[in-house]
């Protein structure tokens, strides 16, 4: 089964994608701050990583930054989601190795393709 880190500083919305991903077989685990996703992450490497940018203390663009200068970018498949619909960000995260960028709000089978697709090249 696959492993999900959603790391969502909104409970709400931590919770909607947690119940969402279970529905569809994910296995979920939660962060809510960049700084709890890197433990986790350390702790029990994820399948794939979903990450808000805007967290509390450490965002979402050094904990890019941190699994990058670690190599597990590679390895680990992140898919930025934020509400923040700015091409120039979108571009500066896949310059940066992310997977994909989702921007909310968004269709949840839009991001269960993502999901997929993520791991299915994780594969190859």
């Not at 409970?11 to 986790?40: C, K």
């Amino acid at each position: 089964m696959a492993r999900v880190l959603v790391v969502e500083d909104e409970p709400d919305i931590s919770m909607m994608l947690r119940v969402m991903l279970e529905m569809r077989g994910f296995e979920v685990t939660a962060a809510g701050s960049g700084e709890e996703a890197l433990t986790s992450i350390e702790d029990n490497m994820p399948s794939v990583l979903l990450l808000d940018l805007r967290l509390p203390g450490i965002d979402g663009w050094e904990v890019i930054d941190r699994l990058r200068d670690r190599d597990l970018l590679a390895s680990l498949p992140v898919i930025v989601v934020s509400a923040h619909a700015s091409p120039g960000r979108q571009e500066q995260a896949l310059a940066a190795g992310c997977y994909a960028y989702l921007t909310k709000p968004f269709r949840a089978q839009e991001l269960v393709e993502l999901l997929e697709g993520a791991l299915q090249d994780g594969k190859e």
